[in-house]
């Protein structure tokens, strides 16, 4: 499985973003999708996931600001940012769990910055 991220960049505080990642290959099989993010200095952590049945999951510290979402037909998954703030600059990544190592993507950058 191959995944590619985009639709980071610049925005303002209180901005949107919608991210994509794209995956291609053994695509059949991929359940759960996830976002995470790595910002500078930080450990990568958990945004959320998604199931192939639509079924979501979120960090608490992103509930009600970030959405997931993801088209199985395209096989893209989708994260919509609200009310973005600073501390949310950071590479954010997609993970496609798998054994015996996950999938990532390459991750897209977004920086949040008056």
């Known amino acids: 499985v191959q995944l590619q991220a985009s639709g980071g960049g610049s925005v303002q505080p209180g901005g949107s973003l919608r991210l994509s990642c794209a995956a291609s290959?053994?695509?059949?099989?991929?359940?759960?999708m996830s976002w995470y993010r790595q910002a500078p200095g930080k450990q990568r952590e958990a945004l959320a996931s998604?199931?192939?049945?639509?079924?979501?999951g979120y960090a608490d510290h992103v509930k009600g600001r970030f959405f997931i979402s993801r088209d199985n037909a395209k096989n893209m998954v989708y994260l919509q940012m609200n009310s973005l703030k600073p501390e949310d600059t950071a590479v954010y990544y997609c993970k496609v769990p798998s054994s015996p190592v996950d999938y990532w993507g390459q991750g897209t950058l977004v920086t949040v910055s008056s």
């Open positions: 290959g053994s695509t059949s099989n991929i359940d759960l």
């Open positions: 998604i199931t192939r049945r639509g079924g979501t």
